[in-house]
Nanobody
Framework: QLHVVESGGGLVQPGGSLRLSCAGS????????VGWFRQSPGKERQGVSC????????NYVDPVKGRFTISRNSAQDTVYLQMDSLKPEDTAVYYC??????????????????WGQGTQVTVSS
């Protein structure tokens, strides 16, 4: 069992920024592809962005392209999601997920194998 921990959520005004962090407990996060997902009340959980284990490949869903940036820091063994120009529709619980079995240049926006507990992001004035 891989234990994944997110942090960095909070309340921010429209147009503001937040940075989410994803870390692993008891394992090396850098060995795996990682995805960020979000779920709003009454909606299904959806992929937001993902990054391959090598860091060379990233993907984003259209609503966040140009506003969100995913990255990984090998020294800190952490994956970040920098969220800029936030909108009220970005309000959701954000989850980090580790995907097992992908090649170094692959990532997956549709599913994960080990999930964090989620962190709330609220964009409101």
């Amino acid at each position: 069992q891989l234990h994944v921990v997110e942090s960095g959520g909070g309340l921010v005004q429209p147009g503001g920024s937040l940075r989410l962090s994803c870390a692993g407990s008891g394992f090396t996060l850098g060995r795996f592809a990682v995805g960020w997902f979000r779920q709003s009340p009454g909606k299904e959980r959806q992929g937001v962005s993902c990054i391959s284990s090598s860091g060379a490949r990233t993907n984003y869903v259209d609503p966040v392209k140009g506003r969100f940036t995913i990255s990984r820091n090998s020294a800190q063994d952490t994956v970040y999601l920098q969220m800029d120009s936030l909108k009220p529709e970005d309000t959701a619980v954000y989850y980090c997920a580790v995907k097992i079995g992908l090649r170094a240049w692959e990532c997956d926006l549709t599913s994960g194998d080990y999930w964090g507990q989620g962190t709330q992001v609220t964009v409101s004035s």
